[in-house]
């Protein structure tokens, strides 16, 4: 891992998870930093609370297609909403 890598995931740990936030319209934390990418890049993340990372209705939990169905968000689109959070200042 890269210290620009460190950074990033840093940065986009303390933003509130994607799902919540930009589809549920609340604001949840903590979060955990889901890479987007196989194998994993560090500046392919996105934060998602444990219900949207592994839960029920997660991207884990759900598999990458379910999930994708259900919130209508492929992994391009988690990393859309997280660089527009970023950019927002969340």
Request: net charge neutral; charged share 20%.
């Amino acid at each position: 891992m890269s210290a620009a890598g460190d950074r990033h995931m840093d940065k986009v740990a303390q933003l509130p998870c994607i799902i919540c936030f930009y589809k549920l319209g609340i604001e949840t934390k903590p979060v955990s930093v889901h890479h987007v990418t196989v194998p994993a890049d560090d500046h392919a993340v996105a934060p998602l609370c444990y219900e949207h990372h592994q839960g029920s209705t997660g991207v884990h939990g759900l598999h990458r297609r379910s999930f994708e169905r259900m919130w209508k968000l492929d992994e391009i689109g988690l990393l859309a909403l997280t660089n527009r959070a970023i950019a927002e200042g969340r």
